[in-house]
Nanobody, 127 residues
């Protein structure tokens, strides 16, 4: 199993930027699809972004398209979520997750498909 640890969260003003990181350890990182999810207080966990193992398939929730960018560095066993033009409605705990895959093109937008989760990092967008 892959162990994950998120970092980079914090308090930012509307319109600001943050970059979240998710460091992985344990099983090989390069054979996993990656995902970012978030959960706001009183709401269900929701999909944010996903990237296939190959990096060839990337998908975003409509609410973050054009503002968030997922990327990965397999040499560093790390996945990133660059967030710009942040809005108060982006306030949530952000989680990264991994899914061991057979095919490099596989990606997943449903949280139930993922094998491992990080502990989360808080992002607060407020003036």
């Amino acid at each position: 199993q892959v162990q994950l640890e998120e970092s980079g969260g914090g308090l930012v003003q509307p319109g600001g930027s943050l970059r979240l990181s998710c460091a992985a350890s344990g099983r090989t990182f390069s054979r996993v699809a990656m995902g970012w999810f978030r959960q706001a207080p009183g709401k269900e966990r929701e999909f944010v972004a996903t990237m296939s193992y190959s990096g060839g398939n990337i998908h975003y929730a409509d609410s973050v398209k054009g503002r968030f960018t997922i990327s990965r560095d397999n040499a560093k066993n790390t996945v990133y979520l660059q967030m710009i033009s942040l809005k108060p409605e982006d306030t949530a705990v952000y989680y990264c997750a991994t899914k061991t895959t057979r095919f490099g093109s596989d990606y997943y937008t449903n949280g139930v498909d993922y094998d491992s989760w990080g502990q989360g990092t808080q992002v607060t967008v407020s003036s």
